[in-house]
T-cell receptor
C-alpha cells in the first residue's frame, strides 16, 4: 500500500533562517507531487506541483522553492524565512492526469517563524 | 480557472441532527468533485468523490453528496451526525486546468 511521509512534524525557525521540509512517498511510481499551505479559514493553497523528477511548477510568487531530486521525494525550501511563511504545509500525491484524480495527503508540517 | 465556495465556515450542531454543507463551484466545463475531511490530529482524507454517472454519491461514514450540474453545486449531507463527525470538511473541484481547487472549509463541531 502507498504511504506518504513528511518531516519534521513541527518546526520553529527564526526570521531569516533557511528552511527544508521533506516529503517522501512509498508504494507508487512516478506520482504527481504537490505542496500546499493550509491556513485556518482559508482552505488549501497550492504552492508547487511536480509531474516528474526535476520538473517543478510554481503556482504563486513567494519566498519558497521546491525541488524533486528523486521520483518519490519532494522538498520545500527557503533561503531566508519571513514571518508570513508561518503555516501548515501539506504534501500530497496523485497518479494519472495531473490534478484530476484523488490526491492523498501527508500528515503535514506546522511551521512557526519567529 | 475554477473556484470553490463554501459557506458557513463554523457549524455547531447536536448529535442526531442532520448536516448539510454547501459547495458551489465556478467552471463551465467537465469537473471532478471531491469532499475531503480532516479529523482533529489526522491527515486530510477523501470522504467521497464524483467523476461521472449517478449524481448522488455515497461516501464513508454515512455521508452522501449530490451533484447538481445546473446549480454548479455538490452539497454534502448526513442525516444524523455523531460526535465523531467533528472535523473540518473541504470541497474540492478539478477542472480543465489540471488543478485541484479547494474551498475554505467548514469547521463542524458536534455536541454530544
Amino acid at each position: 500500500s502507498q504511504t506518504i511521509h513528511q518531516w519534521p512534524a513541527t518546526l520553529v525557525q527564526p526570521v531569516g533562517s533557511p528552511l527544508s521540509l521533506e516529503c517522501t512517498v512509498e508504494g507508487t511510481s512516478n506520482p504527481n507531487l504537490y505542496w500546499y499551505r493550509q491556513a485556518a479559514g482559508r482552505g488549501l493553497q497550492l504552492l508547487f506541483y511536480s509531474v516528474g523528477i526535476g520538473q517543478i511548477s510554481s503556482e504563486v510568487p513567494q519566498n519558497l522553492s521546491a525541488s524533486r531530486p528523486q521520483d518519490r521525494q519532494f522538498i520545500l525550501s527557503s533561503k531566508k524565512l519571513l514571518l508570513s511563511d508561518s503555516g501548515f504545509y501539506l504534501c500530497a500525491w496523485s497518479v494519472g492526469a495531473m490534478g484530476v484524480g484523488e490526491q492523498f495527503f501527508g500528515p503535514g508540517t506546522r511551521l512557526t517563524v519567529l | 480557472a475554477q473556484s470553490v465556495s463554501q459557506h458557513n465556515h463554523h457549524v455547531i450542531l447536536s448529535e442526531a441532527a442532520s448536516l448539510e454543507l454547501g459547495c458551489n463551484y465556478s467552471y463551465g466545463g467537465t469537473v471532478n468533485l471531491f469532499w475531503y475531511v480532516q479529523y482533529p490530529g489526522q491527515h486530510l482524507q477523501l470522504l467521497l468523490k464524483y467523476f461521472s454517472g449517478d449524481p448522488l454519491v455515497k461516501g464513508i461514514k454515512g455521508f452522501e453528496a449530490e451533484f447538481i450540474k445546473s446549480k454548479f453545486s455538490f452539497n454534502l449531507r448526513k442525516p444524523s451526525v455523531q460526535w465523531s463527525d467533528t472535523a473540518e470538511y473541504f470541497c474540492a473541484v478539478a477542472g480543465g486546468n489540471n488543478r485541484l481547487a479547494f474551498g475554505k472549509g467548514n469547521q463542524v463541531v458536534v455536541i454530544p
